[in-house]
């Protein structure tokens, strides 16, 4: 009898927040995982260490390849190689103030890096299921809840170039007949989220200024509205969309509104600390275009995939305050999760 191969997929980003508890869940599922990373100088696979497999093993089940979505040609080599049955596209220029200082580049990567990894799928003849990542940041200035029929309005570099990864992806799925779903994702945070995220930028403050090594945190402003979840979960979310039958767009959201201000409580009542005596305005982080207000209606999702999310954002905020607490605590454990009781 011939043993049927394990599902292969290929994940893009694979050394970011999503891209690692991408990895976990499709190796816990017995797929055979080919993460794509950019060429360095230093090692740049923290948040996936703890997963790495020895290529001099029999049995190896992640399989890392340099490869970055402005080379074409490359992307095209490695589609023919691996033959995935799924292609998880992650990658990207992600943070929206960054992208201010840099549009060329955010555009660049995240949004013309997605035609190109398109084109490849076409290119060489396979036919992989596909996930793109969108975002929220795509919505901007329209009035929340937003859902799947809300136009588009975006108010950053960043936003615009998911727009155009968005509508392109929607383009090659009638055009060509790809398999191709959007999940338009709201915030999704964890512990392993980077350090330059608002978030995390909290929630790291507040273990050090708990440790006393730090005194003011620098912030700027503190009234936008978003919604925030457990990256965990919305990575199952993205898995299940190429589950489905029918490839379609889907919104994965808690459903629920906090502001920068609540988040900062949350996390510093947790530790036993007053924002107000250590919190700074510094308006440098500022945005040269505000979001108001992002608060997703994940309908859909739980309807047809049957996602619902359960860590909604004060159990989020105690995750990351311990598990950075923890990481203070423990020399060279930078991504430490804290399990959930």
């Known amino acids: 009898m011939t043993q049927q191969r394990a599902k292969r997929a290929i994940i893009t980003g694979i050394t970011g927040q999503d891209g690692s508890y991408l990895a976990e869940l499709l190796l816990s599922k017995g797929y055979e995982v080919h993460g794509f990373i950019r060429r360095s100088s230093s090692f740049n696979t923290a948040r996936i260490d703890h997963i790495y497999e ?3 093993e029999k049995v190896q089940r992640l399989f ?7 080379d074409g040609s490359r992307l095209v080599t490695l589609l023919n190689e691996i033959q995935p049955d799924e292609v998880y596209n992650l990658a990207a220029q992600s943070h929206v103030r960054v992208s201010f200082d840099e549009p060329e580049y955010t555009g660049e990567t995240t949004g013309l890096g997605t035609v190109r990894l398109l084109e490849a799928i076409r290119s060489a ?6 996930y793109q990542a969108s975002s929220s940041e795509m919505f901007g200035a329209a009035p929340p809840p937003q859902d799947e029929q809300t136009p588009f309005y975006p108010r950053s570099p ?11 992806t929607r383009n090659y799925r009638e055009a060509y007949g790809i398999f191709a779903c959007n999940g338009i994702l709201f915030n999704h945070e964890s512990p392993r989220r980077g350090g330059t995220f608002v978030t995390r930028k909290i929630t790291r403050a507040v273990a050090r200024i708990a440790a006393g090594t730090q005194t003011e945190l620098f912030m700027g402003n503190l009234d936008s509205v978003r919604d925030w979840g457990y990256a965990p979960e919305f990575v199952e979310g993205m898995w299940r969309m190429l589950q489905h039958d029918e490839p379609g767009d889907y919104v994965l959201a808690t459903n629920t509104a ?3 201000k609540d988040f900062l409580g949350l996390s510093f009542e947790h530790a036993g600390l007053d924002w107000e005596k250590y919190v700074r305005f ?5 945005r040269p275009t505000e979001v108001d207000a992002l608060v997703g209606d994940p309908g859909k999702a739980r309807d047809v995939l049957g996602w619902t999310p359960k860590v909604l954002t004060p159990r989020l ?11 203070l605590a423990t020399e060279g454990a930078p991504y430490v999760d804290v399990v959930q009781s």
């Open 64 to 70: 890392l390849h340099f490869a970055d979505l402005s």
């Open 317 to 327: 905020a105690q995750i990351m305050v311990d598990a950075d607490i923890a990481a």
């Open 282 to 286: 510094d308006e440098r982080y500022l």
């Open 125 to 130: 003849g396979v036919t992989p299921r596909f």
């Open 158 to 168: 960043y936003g615009v170039a998911k727009v155009y990864s968005y509508w392109i």
């Open 54 to 56: 020895d290529p001099h």
């Open 258 to 260: 906090y502001t920068v």
